[in-house]
């Protein structure tokens, strides 16, 4: 079925460093890549999304890759500040078939000042 | 504020009762979606709503679960005869038509305990 892996399942940097986060996908008929940010009891909020028909968006500090071919994108958060500690989701989903995410298993994201 | 909502935020309940939980999605958002999530991992897919039809279902759904969306608009998760290992947060979301079809807003979640 369709998974999602998602690597590192900690991350640990100091404030001004930068944090990538990998995810692949199974499903080579997924088209939409969200990104999600989670706080301790709060729901996932959307951060940054990317569409099969595009390689690379950017949102002021946050980037996110997509390499359709190997089936994995990645998240890049530049100049990371102590707010950006929460815990990170990637996902993926095709439209066409309902539009449900599938998740991967999250990355806690640890910035020390 | 016109974000997803959903009530309760917490429940706790005995095993063996029933519960019932409620989502109001964005205004107008036409696609509606439950999702479960356990501690320390992904939230995974339960159901969805187009409208007020009930497109799919997940494995995870059992016979003790059931939603509806009865008029399009709010949704009912309803869990009966409730059993320990179905304590986890409960997520709703909701995606509106248009270009942007396939993003999904997450309301803040009803954590349940089940004892």
């Known amino acids: 079925g369709e998974n999602v892996e998602q690597h590192p399942s900690t991350l640990s940097v100091q404030e001004g460093d930068s944090a990538v986060i990998k995810c692949t996908y199974s499903?080579?008929?997924?088209?939409?890549f969200p990104w999600y940010k989670q706080e301790l009891g709060k729901g996932p909020q959307l951060i940054i999304d990317i569409r099969s028909n595009v390689g690379e968006k950017k949102d002021q500090r946050i980037a996110v890759t997509l390499n359709k071919t190997a089936k994995h994108f990645s998240l890049h958060i530049t100049e990371t500040q102590p707010e950006d500690s929460a815990v990170y989701f990637c996902a993926a989903s095709n439209w066409n078939q309902g539009g449900k995410l599938i998740f991967g298993q999250g990355t806690e994201l640890s910035v020390k000042p | 504020d016109t974000g997803v909502s959903q009530n309760p935020r917490h429940k706790i309940t005995k095993r063996g009762q029933n519960v019932t939980f409620r989502c109001d999605p964005i205004s107008e958002h036409n696609r509606l979606y439950w999702y479960r999530q356990t501690l320390g991992q992904g939230p995974e897919f339960l159901t969805y709503?187009?409208?007020?039809?009930?497109?799919?279902k997940s494995r995870l759904l059992s016979d003790r679960f059931s939603a509806e969306r009865p008029k399009g608009s709010f949704s009912t998760l309803e869990i009966q005869r409730t059993e320990q290992g179905d304590s986890a947060m409960y997520l709703c979301a909701s995606s509106q038509r248009g270009i942007e079809q396939d993003t999904q807003y997450f309301g803040p979640g009803t954590r349940l305990t089940v004892l």
């Open positions: 499903d080579s008929a997924s088209n939409y």
């Open positions: 709503f187009q409208n007020e039809a009930q497109l799919e």
